[in-house]
């Protein structure tokens, strides 16, 4: 093993009392969607400000148009034009109560409803306005219609309120100009020159044009303000994850411990650097004659626990099972100072998967696929072993650069299950990485090798997306999550074809009967949506798990 090893010893997560992991009750997974997250986010809060909009133009139109109306009987003009008028105003008041009264049920504000409100309401208010007159000030409503219509979600309703209220009014008034038709306002343009007269008619569609484009500009706008305060909320969600790992890690790293036997002689091995530490030993870079190796010690201080000690010779016994170019060969074991057991195995000259993705947050999707590949030949490896790892994570995986030789390596079987007999040497407890545990797992059921083609999945998850699958400060609400709780849509973090989110969706079904059943076929399917060629039966089988249980929406304090 190499420095890729400094956190080789596994992350065991150990209750003795299965107690002090609550067991809640289900929650109801979140409704999500994979794609769309930040376009369904902006729509929502669109409709709503949308809806408090509508509410508060019908309320100022109904009150505008009574006062109009108020006003009909004391101004001058023809009594049949004039009662006509008045009717007009009765049935725009009437249009906007009911309208009023329908927004209660906000299912009932539908693009159909809106384009028919602002055709009708357009009509009405221009008949009105031919009788108080085309070119006064009464106009300005017309402008006001406009605006608030052309900021409407619906783009068919925004055109056709604009064009019948723009013909309407072009129609009215080139009738009026022309002599077609009579002008009924208090102030005639009849005596106009007509240059002043097509100009009138001219600009007043200039202002309906300019009126409607400035209301769909700002509409566009405030939905691309909207779509980048979601990627911020995001990013800041992913930074968070990010760096309560980096905690994690660090408090790893923290643990107390020299490397207490460097320069000391293990069965002919010099031990050198302390490479790493963990829960259960110190791994130590080694040197024996022209070999180099490395050496993993248990801690003396858990000597005295008998199951540690079988624990740690069984992680040896069953590595030496496994015959895989991807998995940390072992060469040796034995006993080193004052009875300590260690394992030898080859020094690996890379660094693990956990390194890399500090160095660049997440991996392409190319390099992505490699790692799967790999991995899933030392699963299957492992499984026809009988073993089931139980703890693949990025700090179990490392990438092995030499002489021009590339690969991926799987470290570490301490925590590892002989599938054949289920012994574990861990009766009544939890063992394993929460965030990279299958939901079987974390509920201390009996596993097989499709819990390790989960936590392949959350470490493809991880590398594609650059976030954990699921985050919480205590280590009972990160199980409660993998028991209960939907992943977030990967590509709200990141860029991917539809297909592998699908295949992802697979590999972290909540029930194992719904996952690939073998790492090979994950890695194939995986391989295969990379490359667009994905078989439409694993489609199928990926929207029939997401309608089950679909991808959760990212969650403000979500963490690692």
Same mark, same amino acid.
């Given at each position: ?19 002090? &992991? ?6 109801? *997974? ?74 209660? =049920?906000?299912?009932?504000? !539908? ?14 208010? $221009? ?36 064009? +019948? ?10 009738? &009026? ?5 009579? =002008?009924?306002?208090?102030? *005639? ?35 691309? %303000? ?43 091995? $010099? ?11 110190? &791994? ?69 998967? %956990? ?14 696929? #490699? ?13 026809? @072993? ?39 040497? +861990? ?30 999945? %959350? ?46 969706? &697979? ?11 073998? @790492? ?16 439409? #039966?694993?489609? @199928? ?16 304090? #979500?963490? !690692?």
């Amino acid at each position: 093993m190499s420095e890729a090893a400094r956190e080789d010893a596994e992350t065991l997560v150990e209750q003795s009392d299965s107690r002090a &992991v609550p067991t809640p009750p289900a929650s109801t *997974p979140s409704s999500s969607t994979s794609r769309t997250i930040a376009t369904m986010a902006t729509s929502i809060v669109m409709r709503s400000e949308e809806l408090d909009r509508a509410r508060a133009f019908y309320r100022l139109t109904a009150m505008m148009t009574a006062v109009a109306a108020a006003f009909m009987p004391f101004v001058p003009g023809p009594r049949a034009l004039r009662g006509l008028a008045m009717g007009l105003c009765g049935v725009a008041i009437v249009a906007n109560v009911i309208a009023i009264r329908r927004l209660r =049920d906000e299912t009932k504000y !539908t693009p159909r409803w809106v384009a028919f409100m602002g055709v009708l309401l357009g009509v009405v208010g $221009e008949l009105t306005l031919f009788y108080l007159g085309l070119f006064t000030a009464a106009v300005m409503i017309l402008p006001l219609g406009v605006y608030f219509f052309g900021l409407s979600e619906s783009r068919m309703a925004a055109r056709t309120t604009f064009w +019948t209220g723009s013909l309407c009014y072009a129609a009215l008034s080139v009738g &009026v100009v022309t002599g077609l038709l009579p =002008d009924l306002g208090p102030m *005639p343009i009849g005596a106009l020159p007509a240059p002043w007269k097509w100009f009138f008619v001219v600009m007043v569609q200039v202002v309906f044009a300019t009126t409607y484009f400035l209301a769909r500009s700002s509409r566009r706008a405030t939905e691309t %303000a909207i779509a980048r305060v979601e990627r911020a909320n995001r990013q800041m969600i992913q930074k968070e994850a990010l760096l309560a790992e980096a905690r994690i890690e660090l408090d790893r790293a923290l643990r107390p411990g020299e490397g207490r036997y460097t320069g000391q002689l293990v069965d002919g091995w $010099e031990l050198g650097e302390l490479l790493g530490r963990g829960g259960m030993g110190e &791994v130590y870079k080694a040197t024996k004659g022209d070999a180099y190796g490395a050496i993993k010690l248990l801690h003396p201080i858990i000597l005295g626990d008998p199951s540690h000690v079988k624990r740690f010779e069984r992680e040896a016994e069953l590595a030496r099972k496994v015959d895989s170019p991807h998995v940390a060969r072992v060469v040796g074991t034995g006993f080193g100072p004052s009875g300590v057991p260690y394992v030898a195995m080859e020094l690996l000259t890379g660094k693990d998967l %956990a390194w890399h993705l500090r160095q660049k947050q997440r991996l392409r999707l190319s390099a992505v696929v #490699e790692l799967v590949q790999h991995a899933a030949r030392a699963l299957s490896a492992i499984r026809e @072993a009988g073993i089931v790892h139980r703890d693949l994570k990025p700090q179990n995986l490392v990438l092995e650069e030499r002489a021009g030789a590339r690969g991926w390596k799987v470290l570490d079987f301490g925590v590892s299950r002989l599938e054949a007999s289920g012994h574990t040497l +861990t009766q009544g407890a939890l063992v394993g990485t929460p965030a990279y545990m299958a939901p079987e797992q974390a509920r201390m059921q009996n596993v097989d090798h499709r819990a390790d083609v989960y936590s392949l999945a %959350a470490v493809a998850y991880r590398a594609l997306t650059g976030k954990p699958l699921f985050s919480a400060p205590d280590v009972a609400s990160v199980l409660f999550q993998v028991v209960h709780d939907a992943p977030s849509a990967p590509s709200a973090f990141a860029r991917m074809p539809d297909d592998v989110e699908l295949v992802l969706a &697979v590999g972290l079904a909540k029930s194992a009967d719904d996952r690939f059943q073998r @790492a090979e076929e994950l890695a194939s399917a995986l391989a295969a949506a990379a490359a667009g060629k994905l078989d439409d #039966e694993t489609r @199928a089988h990926a929207r029939k798990v997401l309608e089950r249980q679909p991808w959760s929406t990212p969650r403000d304090g #979500e963490a !690692t």
